[in-house]
């Protein structure tokens, strides 16, 4: 049975994997998909999102099939998976796949989702919803869906007992430290205690935003940090702690 799974890559260093998934039920104009399709850690697309998006990337011609997935593991030592890409849960196979790599190979598996659409959990062992925006409005104008539904599932997940974090991404003029901070308050209402990590954007796609500064970031991170215990960011100058190659 083939996977939504086109690309595979690994930190050696650092026992970790990551399967990108193609796919998504949103329309992020800033979407980074729209720049590059591969793990932007990797040497040889590192850059790429620091410059221009004149041309559109391909998509991927060939996709996984499940038993060349489990094939291509087997050689690799890790213990943590992420389920990346684009939004993995569109994947039906992505529920076995997690239950098999759990009784093969004891990972830890880590759900990077916008949070629009549930899955089975049980062989998740923790999941990081990127919300994007908190008014609606604007949410339907990055994405092109409402947010009322990712807001009842973030709730949802954490009723659920689930190990859960929250990601988003700061745009300067457009989803701004207002906005990151209604999110905050959201978060907080859940739990105070739930990891929150704000990252600059970089420009991506055909739009007028322009990328967030280090400092712009920091501001912002202490703003949510009125409200959250643990908040963290991405400044977008960060050195890689761990040489990541690709698999497939
Ligand atoms: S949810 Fe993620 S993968 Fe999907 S369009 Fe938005 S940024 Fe891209």
């Known amino acids: ?57 391909e998509k991927p011609a060939r996709f996984l099939e499940f038993n060349q997935v489990m094939d291509i593991l087997k050689s690799l030592d890790f213990s943590q998976v992420r389920f990346m890409g684009m939004e993995a849960t569109l994947d039906p196979e992505l529920p076995k796949l997690a239950e ?7 990972s830890y598996n880590i759900l990077l989702t916008n949070g629009l659409r549930l899955i089975p959990m049980e062989h998740i062992d923790e999941v990081v919803v990127s919300i994007k925006a908190y008014q609606n409005e604007l949410h339907r104008d990055y994405t092109g869906v409402s947010n009322k539904e990712i ?11 689930k190990r859960l974090r929250a990601e988003s991404v700061l745009i300067p003029d457009y989803i701004d430290c207002y906005e990151i901070e209604r999110i905050a308050e959201f978060i907080a209402e859940v739990d105070r205690a739930i990891p929150y990590r704000i990252d600059a954007y970089f420009p991506a796609g055909d739009n007028p935003w322009r990328r967030a500064t280090p400092d712009e970031v920091k501001e912002v991170v202490g703003v949510a940090g009125k409200h959250l215990l643990n908040v963290s960011c991405l400044k977008g100058d960060e050195k890689l702690k761990y040489k990541v190659v690709r698999i497939y």
């Open 100 to 106: 098999a790599l759990h009784k093969e190979f004891q």
């Open 1 to 57: 049975m083939n996977t939504n799974i086109y690309h595979i890559t690994y930190a050696p260093g650092a026992k970790s994997l990551c399967l990108h998934f193609w796919g998504c039920n949103m329309r992020c104009r800033g979407c980074i998909r729209q720049k590059e399709i591969y793990d932007c850690h990797l040497e040889e697309t590192k850059d790429a999102i620091f410059e221009g998006t004149e041309k559109s990337p």
């Open 151 to 161: 807001f009842g599932n973030f709730a949802k997940l954490h009723s659920w007992g």
